[in-house]
Each structure stands twice: as C-alpha cells, then as structure tokens.
C-alpha cells in the first residue's frame, strides 16, 4: 500500500502499548508493497528496539501459523511475529489485524542485487519448505490447489467490461484503452492456462507447501552480517501445490532478479536436483500474469481509490505484455513442452 490509511498514529500506538506494552517514541508508514489491504509502519521503542508492523485487513490466522510451523521444521530463513501479552500472534484492530516483527535490517531483492551465495541460500531454503511434512491440523486449514477457473474467469469479465463501458477516472480510462489493442493475447493466454488445467485436474498431484509470491521484495536480505543471511517474508497466501508453483518465479520473469541462466542454476545448486514439470511451469507461469492482470483490474477499474498505487499498478499491467517480459517467458516455456 503506497498511500497512508486513514487512521491516527496514536490510536496505533495506544493499541500496541495495550496488546504488546510497548513504549514507542518513533513510528513512521511505508509506502510499501503492492497489497492493498496491507499498511506497513515502522517503529522504536523507548528502549531502542526496531519493529516491522503491519496492519491487514481480511486477516487469515494460517498467514501467521504457516511461518510458525517452518520456523520450528527448521527453516531459519523465516521472520515469525511477536507475541502479545496474552500470548497471540497478532491483536484485534478494527477492520484490521495488527501483527508486529522483529525489525530486521536489510534491502529487499529489488534495492540489492542477490550474490550467487544468496542464491544457493534461497534454493536452499525452499528445499526444505517444500519438503516440510505439515501436520494434519494444519493440513486442513491451508488451501488446496484445485486449477481454479477464477482468475480466468474474473479477466473474461473484464473484457467483456471494458469493450462496453466508458470510464472517466483517467487511470481506469487509459488502463482500458490498452486492454482493447491487447484482448487477442489475453484471450490466447486464458486459453492455454485453460488447457494445461484441464490437463492436471484429471491426475493425482504430489502436493508441496509454497509461499506462491517469492518475488525480490519477498526476499529481504540482511545488511548487518549477521545470520541467516536472507529471510523469505510475507507469507500471506500459502498453497499446497506443484513445487513449480514457487519454481515458476525462478527465471519467470515476475521481477527481474532471474536474468541469466546462471542465476538461475545457483539457485538449483542450493535446491538440489529435481525433475521439473515444464507442463506445470507453464501452467503457472501463464496464471500469474492472468492472475496479476486482474488483481490490477480490480484496484483500477472497480474503483478510483488508491492514489498513487494507480498508476504504479497501471505500469506494471502494461509491463507483462514487453519483449522479453512475463507473457513472452511463459510462451517460451510454453515452447519446451513435448
């Protein structure tokens, strides 16, 4: 959420000293991260010690206990969050959810670029969560992957949307405007996403924990030299799924941190062998952009709220259909399949 929520600092404040008994002397926002139901602050308290806060609406418990159950599996590369004085993860707030972090010092895999060290960590990391044996009662609550026709179905919608209706509010107006030169390549990437999920739909899958959005900014690396060296953050919508549904991030395109081949074989240095389903890659490839597209249209052309995020959400919609970018990798994956 890049513009600030409409709610007084010091009634936060009075919350936190409520639920954690915190004392806190600097409190700040973060124009930070594409969720719009989430408002990031950071803050001190009187004795020095930084804190991560975030503020989510449509709060689900299993974004707090899916980190939890790796952090004790033995995953040191996760953040979990503070407990309260009634020893809960989290604190009643309104609309909202409070869920307070530990601050950790470091850039995200956008502000710095990740060394090869980095990488074999990442691949590491994710060796183990998806390897991780979840235990019945957690099994139940974390969603299952079903090859949901949603996303699909959500962009036909607005097609349809933005070939009758005429929108006033710029944004929304020129987001529309492009859809229409660009409705043949949505069409051709809903179709295929179509026949690779039929596809998987009739077969029995081998179901892994994925964090399902391990882009840069979901890759904080630490700049205080201490241990671990990277931690893998906000996991706000886990699945078990096809491994490929985190792999497809590796090389897919989503946020440019995967350029070369080299990259990506650090990566899988860390990971260890395995055998990658080039049928699930694409697959998942093509449903994040569909997937992307309309969580855009929702932000862009249902409403005229959200300020800046407008236009930054608007660039990244047009950005998925360049040379070279997220669509163009799914094709060439696309490509490889047998």
């Not at 008994?21 to 139901?37: K, N, Q, Y």
């Not at 689900?60 to 995953?75: A, E, K, Q, T, Y």
């Not at 590369?77 to 950790?104: C, M, N």
């Not at 919508?237 to 985190?246: C, G, H, Q, V, Y």
Request: aromatic share 10%; net charge negative.
């Amino acid at each position: 959420m890049l513009t600030k929520p409409n709610i007084s600092d010091q009634l936060i404040i009075s919350r936190l000293q409520e639920e954690y008994d915190l004392r806190v002397t600097e409190f700040a926002f973060l124009p930070i991260g594409a969720d719009s139901r989430t408002a990031v602050y950071r803050l001190v308290t009187d004795s020095g010690t930084a804190y991560f806060l975030k503020l989510r609406r449509n709060f689900n418990d299993i974004i707090v206990r899916v980190p939890m159950f790796l952090r004790d599996s033995g995953v040191q590369e996760i953040v979990i969050p503070s407990e309260t004085r009634s020893s809960q993860h989290w604190a009643d707030f309104g609309e909202y959810k409070i869920i307070l972090y530990p601050f950790i010092d470091g850039k995200d895999g956008f502000e710095r670029e990740l060394t090869d060290q980095h990488r074999r960590t990442l691949g590491a990391a994710f060796r183990k969560i998806h390897t991780a044996q979840v235990p019945p009662e957690l099994f139940e609550s974390i969603r299952k992957e079903t090859f949901s026709t949603e996303w699909r179905d959500d962009m036909k919608s607005y097609q349809a949307q933005v070939e009758k209706k005429v929108f006033a509010e710029p944004t929304a107006a020129k987001l529309a405007e492009f859809m229409k030169t660009k409705q043949s390549e949505i069409t051709r990437l809903i179709e295929r996403a179509e026949q690779l999920a039929a596809e998987f739909q009739s077969k029995p899958l081998e179901l892994a924990l994925c964090h399902t959005d391990i882009h840069g900014g979901n890759i904080l690396i630490r700049t205080d030299g201490q241990l671990p060296v990277l931690y893998i953050v906000d996991w706000d919508d886990p699945i078990l799924a096809l491994k490929e549904r985190d792999l497809m991030f590796i090389g897919g395109g989503i946020d440019g941190i995967w350029k070369t081949k080299r990259e990506v074989d650090k990566f899988y240095e860390g990971y260890g062998k395995t055998d990658l389903n080039l049928k699930a890659l694409a697959y998942y490839r093509y449903e994040r952009v569909i997937e992307d597209l309309v969580v855009i249209c929702e932000q862009v052309l249902l409403t005229v709220e959200g300020g800046a995020d407008r236009e930054r959400s608007l660039g990244w919609f047009t950005s998925n259909f360049e040379p070279g970018s997220t669509i163009a990798i799914a094709e060439k994956t696309d490509k490889l399949i047998e």
